[in-house]
């Protein structure tokens, strides 16, 4: 089933304590991204990649990294987390641009205390 | 700030009803729009797509209208169903790599 796996679907930590939240895709899809979702504000991209080693920011990156050595993963590391990154995170892909039939994952829910 | 809004950030439907979910952009360079569909605890779903040369397009029961004129987009669902219950967005793509998504609209479906 071609999908796009988001870990872990919960998670809560604490102030500085470095996490990294997991995304994989099984299509070949060469473009991934990241997005959060705050009440009223809809999605906000963080970060984004083309392909293999191509990352680029999105309108909301300070505070978060991004790696992509492999096609299929696309990790997010928060290095120091702070608590206004309390948000609901999604990782996607697409085939094409990016810009297109974007594939989402479920979703993980951050708290930072 | 957003580029792209939606009028509404509720909708109630009586089932059987037609829906109509209203999104502005205000990007008039934007050439690619896209319709999503957010059920409660899932990720957003792709339900249609439309290009700035067309000014409308039809799915199954859904059709994407584009008024370019007054930067206006618009979703209707046909017949709704109470599986049609969750949180719609629309999404602009002004350059290229980059989708800028709307608030959302919840449409909630009455029995």
């Known amino acids: 089933e071609a999908q796009v796996t988001q870990n872990p679907r919960y998670l809560i930590t604490v102030t500085g304590k470095k996490l990294t939240v997991t995304c994989s895709q099984n299509m070949n899809h060469e473009y991934m991204s990241w997005y959060r979702q705050d009440p009223g504000l809809g999605l906000r991209q963080i970060y984004y990649s083309m392909n293999v080693e191509v990352t680029d920011k999105g309108d909301v990156p300070e505070g978060y990294k991004v790696s992509r050595k492999e096609k299929r993963n696309f990790p997010l590391i928060l290095e120091s987390p702070s608590p206004n990154q309390t948000s609901l995170y999604f990782c996607?892909?697409?085939?094409?641009?990016?810009?297109?039939?974007?594939?989402f994952g479920s979703g993980t829910q951050l708290s930072v205390l | 700030g957003e580029s792209v809004g939606l009028h509404l950030p509720t909708l109630s439907v009586q089932e059987g009803d037609n829906s109509i979910i209203n999104c502005a952009y205000s990007?008039?360079?934007?050439?690619?729009f896209i319709w999503y569909k957010q059920e409660s605890g899932k990720g957003p779903q792709f339900i249609i797509d439309i290009r700035s040369n067309m000014d409308k397009r039809q799915g199954q029961r859904v059709t994407v209208l584009l008024n370019k004129t007054v930067k206006h987009l618009s979703l209707q669902i046909a017949a709704t169903q109470p599986g049609d219950s969750a949180v719609y967005f629309c999404?602009?793509?002004?350059?290229?790599?980059?989708?800028?998504f709307g608030a959302g609209t919840t449409v909630t479906v009455r029995a």
């Open positions: 990007n008039s360079a934007s050439d690619y």
């Open positions: 999404a602009e793509n002004w350059r290229d790599y980059k989708l800028s």
């Open positions: 996607a892909s697409s085939l094409g641009q990016g810009h297109e039939k974007l594939f």
